[in-house]
């Protein structure tokens, strides 16, 4: 029953009046009890920690019978009321009806109004209605998995995205192998933030910001806005004043410029029709995009880095299951969809990740008006105008109820990839047992494609090239706009054996840029066959060095950055000077320091 003025809503609350109906009713949350976590509504002191905001919500939820168990409400104050639920018909059925049509649910926009105020309120994460939909039809066909994954356009992003990532990894094995250490403890979640801002920024859009400048301007503007966006939705006016004081105001003034500056970036590959622009078909001007664009920076950093963050997470405290994976990717040299398909251990560990660690952790709606809503096992539910609903996806995922072991075979709190498996068997599929990861229905995320192509492309290559293990106990999560890892994903790394590559082994497809490349190992090895006595049996040195050299720049030891790799760079010009009739000053292909962009 609708009660859409404040006196009724009061009269109801005193009374005790539940306001939703149907027979699907949800229980009442108390708003002051005792041994809870916290207050069951954020505040300047819990607002950091909304997943114990939750936790409130769910105390004493055991003690409930029907459908209370699985969908509690909070009526206070005067305000409409606040339905939280886990129970996944109830999300579905929400989900399935949220879009610009008439009667359906607006995305709830009061959890975001701080990033709204930093990035636009006409952007497609905000917006509602005729808005929103026009913002859905524009980035539809950029982000659609039929784009993504045609051949001729998934091959080009794969092989950017590959070598972005490989990259940034060659980084991490350099300063293991300059340590000395067979081990070395390092925090990875700021490297994760770096390769997913490029691939985004250069890869997707088709700049060419050097990666210097992503790591030291660029992420640290992002980090500063996103958390700026969370406080100034909890508390605006209060963190306002007091960065009058402590200079803050100043500071994000200055981090919000940048923000800009990369958002220009972004944009101007729109003019030169590269990357992802050149499936984008729109008049709008280049202003009108601009929120989007925003929108799409800060927030696929941010989900990306959760979902590779908590997947590596979950991998280093699962030996036998890392590896499983690095047996299907160990001679994985191209993730095209097939190659992709038929990583199955993979792919499982991606679903568990995104069930168990979602980096959306609540999905936001609002009712328009009075709405019924019906669940696939034809409950129904009357929503009131005006109540704000929170689709409570991580603790959905977690209930054991719903994912534990006699339904899925695992405990529902473990990570377990070999659950999907389990399903599979009987006759299960994610369609079946959705973990809304990347939302449902209408308003699903548009990035899904794409945001599982990076991620498996980083968990990947990581478990190619490195063995690591997690430090202490599992990590809480920590949350924001999305979740992460508390302990910043701080593990042990270990480089692993090197396997031999062939000097002309090429792509499946005939690409012959290489991306079967040598290892530094490798290098070494051609350094001593030229020195010895097997160097005369050699007819064409040249063609083997410019091989070597093709192979090596594309693919593990990445072309772009070959500058700063000093011992592989010793390498080649040791080799070279072993060459008879070469100049010691090495090959005139090979210049000292290859210019910043150069490619073969």
Same mark, same amino acid.
């Given at each position: 029953?609708?009660?859409?003025?404040?006196?009724?809503?009061?009269?109801?609350?005193?009374?005790?009046?539940?306001?939703?109906?149907?027979?699907?009713?949800?229980?009442?949350?108390?708003?002051?009890?005792?041994?809870?976590?916290?207050?069951?509504?954020?505040?300047?002191?819990?607002?950091?920690?909304?997943?114990?905001?939750?936790?409130?919500?769910?105390?004493?939820?055991?003690?409930?019978?029907?459908?209370?168990?699985?969908?509690?409400?909070?009526y206070v104050g005067g305000f409409p009321p606040v339905l939280l639920t886990r129970d996944p018909a109830v999300i579905k059925a929400v989900l399935?009806?949220?879009?610009?049509?008439?009667?359906?649910?607006?995305? =709830?926009?009061?959890?975001?109004?701080?990033?709204?105020?930093?990035?636009?309120?006409?952007?497609?994460?905000?917006?509602?209605?005729?808005?929103?939909?026009?913002?859905?039809?524009?980035?539809?066909?950029?982000?659609?998995?039929?784009?993504?994954?045609?051949?001729?356009?998934?091959?080009?992003?794969?092989?950017?995205?590959?070598?972005?990532?490989?990259?940034?990894?060659?980084?991490?094995?350099?300063?293991?192998?300059?340590?000395?250490?067979?081990?070395?403890?390092?925090?990875?979640?700021?490297?994760?933030?770096?390769?997913?801002?490029?691939?985004?920024?250069?890869?997707?859009?088709?700049?060419?910001?050097?990666?210097?400048?992503?790591?030291?301007?660029?992420?640290?503007?992002?980090?500063?806005?996103?958390?700026?966006?969370?406080?100034?939705?909890?508390?605006?006016?209060?963190?306002?004043?007091?960065?009058?004081?402590?200079?803050?105001?100043?500071?994000?003034?200055?981090?919000?410029?940048?923000?800009?500056?990369?958002?220009?970036?972004?944009?101007?590959?729109?003019?030169?029709?590269?990357?992802?622009?050149?499936?984008?078909?729109?008049?709008?001007?280049?202003?009108?995009?601009?929120?989007?664009?925003?929108?799409?920076?800060?927030?696929?950093?941010?989900?990306?880095?959760?979902?590779?963050?908590?997947?590596?997470?979950?991998?280093?405290?699962?030996?036998?299951?890392?590896?499983?994976?690095?047996?299907?990717?160990?001679?994985?040299?191209?993730?095209?969809?097939?190659?992709?398909?038929?990583?199955?251990?993979?792919?499982?560990?991606?679903?568990?990740?995104?069930?168990?660690?979602?980096?959306?952790?609540?999905?936001?709606?609002?009712?328009?008006?009075?709405?019924?809503?019906?669940?696939?096992?034809?409950?129904?539910m009357l929503i009131p105008k005006g109540a704000h609903i929170a689709l409570d996806v991580w603790h959905a995922n977690r209930c054991e109820e719903?994912?534990?072991?006699?339904?899925?075979?695992?405990?529902?709190?473990?990570?377990?990839?070999?659950?999907?498996?389990?399903?599979?068997?009987?006759?299960?599929?994610?369609?079946?047992?959705?973990?809304?990861?990347?939302?449902?229905?209408?308003?699903?995320?548009?990035?899904?494609?794409?945001?599982?192509?990076?991620?498996?492309?980083?968990?990947?290559?990581?478990?190619?090239?490195?063995?690591?293990?997690?430090?202490?106990?599992?990590?809480?999560?920590?949350?924001?706009?999305?979740?992460?890892?508390? =302990?910043?994903?701080?593990?042990?790394?270990?480089?692993?054996?090197?396997?031999?590559?062939?000097?002309?082994?090429? =792509?499946?497809?005939?690409?012959?840029?290489?991306?079967?490349?040598?290892?530094?190992?490798?290098?070494?090895?051609?350094?001593?066959?030229?020195?010895?006595?097997?160097?005369?049996?050699?007819?064409?040195? =040249?063609?083997?060095?410019?091989?070597?050299?093709?192979?090596?720049?594309?693919?593990?030891?990445?072309?772009?950055?070959?500058?700063?790799?000093?011992?592989?760079?010793?390498?080649?010009?040791?080799?070279?000077?072993?060459?008879?009739?070469?100049?010691?000053?090495?090959?005139?292909?090979?210049?000292?320091?290859?210019?910043?962009?150069?490619?073969?």
């Amino acid at each position: 029953m609708s009660s859409s003025s404040w006196p009724a809503r009061v009269l109801q609350q005193l009374r005790g009046v539940n306001p939703f109906g149907g027979d699907c009713l949800p229980s009442r949350v108390p708003f002051f009890a005792f041994g809870r976590p916290t207050l069951p509504f954020p505040h300047p002191w819990n607002y950091r920690e909304p997943i114990r905001i939750f936790d409130t919500f769910w105390c004493g939820a055991g003690k409930e019978s029907g459908a209370g168990r699985h969908n509690r409400y909070l009526y206070v104050g005067g305000f409409p009321p606040v339905l939280l639920t886990r129970d996944p018909a109830v999300i579905k059925a929400v989900l399935a009806v949220t879009s610009d049509k008439p009667g359906h649910f607006d995305r =709830d926009t009061a959890p975001t109004a701080g990033i709204a105020r930093a990035t636009g309120v006409d952007s497609l994460l905000y917006a509602n209605g005729e808005v929103w939909h026009r913002q859905k039809r524009a980035v539809a066909e950029p982000f659609s998995r039929s784009n993504l994954f045609q051949p001729e356009q998934f091959h080009g992003f794969e092989q950017t995205f590959r070598k972005t990532v490989h990259d940034r990894l060659e980084v991490l094995r350099s300063r293991q192998r300059a340590s000395g250490q067979k081990v070395t403890r390092i925090a990875l979640e700021p490297e994760i933030k770096v390769v997913m801002l490029e691939m985004l920024v250069n890869n997707f859009f088709g700049g060419s910001v050097d990666v210097t400048e992503l790591r030291e301007r660029f992420v640290p503007a992002l980090e500063m806005l996103i958390d700026h966006m969370v406080t100034d939705t909890i508390a605006p006016k209060l963190k306002w004043f007091s960065g009058m004081f402590t200079g803050r105001n100043t500071l994000l003034k200055r981090k919000k410029a940048d923000f800009e500056v990369l958002v220009d970036i972004a944009l101007a590959g729109r003019a030169k029709c590269v990357g992802a622009w050149q499936q984008f078909h729109s008049e709008a001007p280049d202003a009108a995009l601009r929120s989007n664009i925003r929108v799409f920076l800060a927030g696929a950093m941010e989900a990306t880095t959760s979902f590779a963050s908590w997947a590596i997470s979950h991998l280093a405290r699962a030996p036998q299951v890392q590896e499983q994976v690095f047996a299907e990717v160990k001679d994985l040299d191209t993730y095209d969809p097939d190659n992709l398909a038929s990583a199955a251990m993979l792919n499982r560990v991606l679903d568990e990740t995104v069930r168990l660690t979602p980096a959306l952790y609540f999905l936001p709606r609002r009712a328009t008006v009075d709405t019924w809503i019906e669940t696939a096992d034809h409950r129904k539910m009357l929503i009131p105008k005006g109540a704000h609903i929170a689709l409570d996806v991580w603790h959905a995922n977690r209930c054991e109820e719903l994912w534990g072991t006699a339904v899925t075979g695992f405990p529902a709190e473990t990570f377990a990839p070999e659950r999907w498996e389990f399903l599979a068997r009987k006759g299960i599929t994610p369609k079946d047992m959705p973990h809304f990861g990347f939302g449902h229905g209408p308003r699903f995320c548009p990035g899904r494609s794409l945001g599982l192509l990076e991620v498996g492309l980083v968990v990947g290559a990581m478990v190619k090239i490195f063995k690591f293990s997690g430090v202490g106990e599992p990590p809480k999560a920590r949350a924001g706009v999305s979740t992460k890892p508390a =302990d910043g994903v701080l593990v042990d790394l270990e480089l692993r054996a090197e396997v031999p590559a062939h000097p002309h082994k090429h =792509d499946r497809r005939g690409d012959k840029s290489g991306h079967h490349g040598h290892s530094f190992a490798d290098v070494e090895s051609w350094v001593a066959r030229f020195e010895g006595p097997e160097r005369d049996a050699w007819q064409k040195p =040249d063609e083997v060095v410019r091989a070597l050299l093709l192979n090596e720049m594309e693919s593990k030891l990445a072309a772009a950055r070959i500058s700063s790799d000093l011992p592989f760079r010793g390498a080649l010009f040791k080799m070279s000077s072993s060459i008879p009739g070469r100049p010691r000053t090495g090959l005139p292909e090979l210049s000292p320091r290859p210019p910043r962009g150069h490619r073969p």
